[in-house]
């Protein structure tokens, strides 16, 4: 046995039996490079079907709250109870999720938050011990306080905690879904596509959870490198190939599906609430700590080093280059010229003009931009042509910079104006209030994406990346970047960094600026067909993977399917002709 005094004074001993259950047991590692067994803990949905955990104190406890919210909607039926009422109650054990176990997870994170409130407990509370031992159910073995880490008792007692949590969040949302629930016409096709698709967002989103489940195992499941740390490496296939975070992004999508289902747009929008509140506990509580946990100081290659020195020792890139509105400069020529345009711009809209002459004026500026850029740097790439109207490289540089910033901002805002002249309230289909402030909402949540995909991509690629600046400077030595969003996809803001042009159409509510939108779109893959892949081919050659990690994701599990399949057939003839022998046998017999 081994022995090892823990911060309550007792003598914590690591048993030999833990040691040769299982020779595949991976090690804990706390802080101070300590190693303990780490046991095979129970998964939720082991915790809920194995016989063991049943008489437990954490599972009664467990079930209990799930009962009695649960109950809350048969008081609904008896009229005790109004809408309001579930509404709050799915934001409350939303809020104590997010906010609560955020602010634990963080504070533990930081300064062992949990592990010090674990300690103190225990001191003041002894009987918290056996409660807590009745609580743990291991798959093997039994669990007892002093054969652990206190650190590992602490992540213990948080698990409880956490599993009444997130059992009380989801059970007050699916009563929340009850009581909403709208009448459906089998009749209707509308509600049938409508009940279909969200039976499919669930089953998609319990697919996801399950296959992500399965790739990070119980362990970080129940967030455990907030304590302590395994020896295992950190492994992201399958669902985490196809999509970033996917129990936070795609996972939640049946908070989507369930109010189409429903019919109600009551629904909807606590949908919303509830997943932007995890998307704001990822951010805030889980990447930092990532961040933190993860990181790992790299020495920077001579090749980086080259490539910095060209590129900010020649001046190509200034930490303060406008980017959109931002590192504005009043007393830069290029910048106040900018801004004086968009000032005018704005103007144009308390003047008598047509709408029509805004539409025309969103063209211009989308054929603009994809189509006069792309041509300059298509003959950039080509002929250098952009570079030589200028005294060096440096100076063509700064000056596309500026240009293709310019080209970008005032795009935007010419079809922004176009759309706010061209509002309209009523929409085919969504002619009533709540409808219309329900397609708002999702135009919101667009433009919210095309944000998200936009920021990840400038961090992945720079601001070399942003004005590709590869198209100028050929010192730097050709390299490809596929991290970050680029794990995902190849070309993540032609697919997705359009879906805010989207987004201002529904809002919009004008079939015409949606058809602009559209038309920004067609401008945007052909200028990725038509100028960056024909570069992209010359410049980086073997560099360039054919798909990205949801392209190759999704394939291979259409042929491991396709696998499955011709194996069940080939299985099922083999048992047919079996049995077509046996009834010829007993034919003749």
């Not at 809920?48 to 809350?72: E, H, R």
């Not at 650190?151 to 009850?178: G, H, K, P, T």
């Not at 952009?386 to 805002?413: D, G, L, P």
Request: proline share 3%; glycine share 6%.
């Amino acid at each position: 046995m081994d022995k090892k005094t823990n911060a309550l004074g007792e003598t914590s001993v690591i048993s030999d039996a833990h040691k040769d259950s299982d020779s595949n047991l991976s090690c804990g590692i706390l802080k101070d490079g300590t190693r303990f067994f780490y046991p095979e803990t129970m998964s939720v949905v082991q915790s809920l079907t194995s016989f063991k955990t049943w008489n437990s104190f954490g599972t009664l406890v467990w079930l209990a709250s799930v009962v009695a919210i649960g109950s809350t909607w048969l008081l609904y039926l008896m009229g005790a109870l109004p809408v309001w009422y579930f509404c709050v109650q799915f934001a409350f054990w939303r809020i104590v999720y997010n906010l609560g176990i955020g602010y634990i997870l963080h504070k533990q994170s930081n300064s062992s938050f949990f592990v010090r409130i674990y300690h103190s407990a225990m001191r003041r509370y002894p009987f918290l011990r056996s409660l807590l031992e009745e609580s743990v159910v291991f798959t093997k073995g039994k669990y007892k306080v002093s054969e652990f880490p206190d650190v590992f008792n602490a992540w213990m007692l948080f698990r409880q905690l956490e599993n009444v949590v997130l059992s009380s969040d989801l059970i007050s949302y699916i009563v929340l879904s009850m009581v909403c629930w709208e009448k459906i016409s089998p009749w209707c096709p509308l509600d049938m596509l409508c009940f279909f698709i969200g039976l499919g967002s669930i089953l998609f989103s319990l697919r996801c959870k399950i296959e992500a489940h399965r790739v990070v195992g119980d362990f970080a499941w129940y967030w455990g490198d907030f304590f302590f740390l395994l020896d295992r490496k950190l492994v992201f296939e399958g669902i985490f190939q196809m999509f970033p975070h996917p129990m936070y992004t795609v996972g939640y999508t049946f908070m989507y599906g369930i109010p189409l289902m429903a019919k109600s747009y009551t629904l909807f929008y606590m949908s919303v609430f509830g997943h932007l509140s995890q998307l704001a506990f990822l951010a805030l509580v889980e990447n930092p700590h990532i961040d933190r946990t993860y990181s790992q100081i790299v020495e920077i290659s001579e090749e980086d080093k080259q490539r910095d020195a060209i590129l900010y020792g020649e001046g190509y890139l200034k930490p303060k280059e406008m980017i959109t509105l931002l590192n504005f400069n009043i007393f830069r020529a290029s910048d106040l010229l900018l801004a004086l345009v968009i000032f005018y711009l704005f103007l144009c809209i308390f003047l008598p003009i047509p709408p029509y002459a805004f539409v025309i004026h969103a063209l211009f500026w989308r054929v603009f931009h994809n189509g006069f850029l792309g041509y300059l740097l298509r003959e950039e790439s080509e002929k250098r042509w952009f570079s030589k109207q200028y005294e060096s490289q440096k100076i063509a540089f700064r000056n596309w910079k500026r240009i293709y910033n310019a080209s970008v901002t005032i795009t935007s805002i010419a079809y922004c104006l176009c759309a706010y002249k061209l509002f309209q309230w009523e929409m085919p289909l969504f002619s009533s209030g709540e409808s219309r402030v329900f397609i708002i909402v999702v135009g919101i949540l667009l433009i919210g994406i095309n944000v998200y995909v936009s920021l990840n991509v400038f961090e992945a690629i720079g601001s070399f990346g942003y004005f590709y600046g590869d198209f100028f400077i050929r010192e730097v030595s050709p390299r490809i970047n596929y991290s970050g969003i680029y794990r995902y996809l190849n070309n993540p803001d032609t697919i997705l960094g359009i879906s805010a042009y989207y987004g201002v159409a529904f809002i919009s509510g004008s079939w015409v600026v949606f058809l602009l939108a559209i038309f920004s779109h067609v401008c945007v893959i052909a200028f990725d067909h038509f100028v960056e892949l024909p570069h992209m081919k010359k410049h980086y050659e073997d560099q360039l993977r054919k798909r990205g990690g949801f392209h190759a994701e999704l394939l291979r599990k259409v042929d491991t399917t396709k696998t499955e399949c011709k194996k069940c057939v080939q299985s099922l003839q083999v048992k047919l002709a079996s049995s077509k022998e046996i009834c010829d046998d007993m034919v003749k017999g």
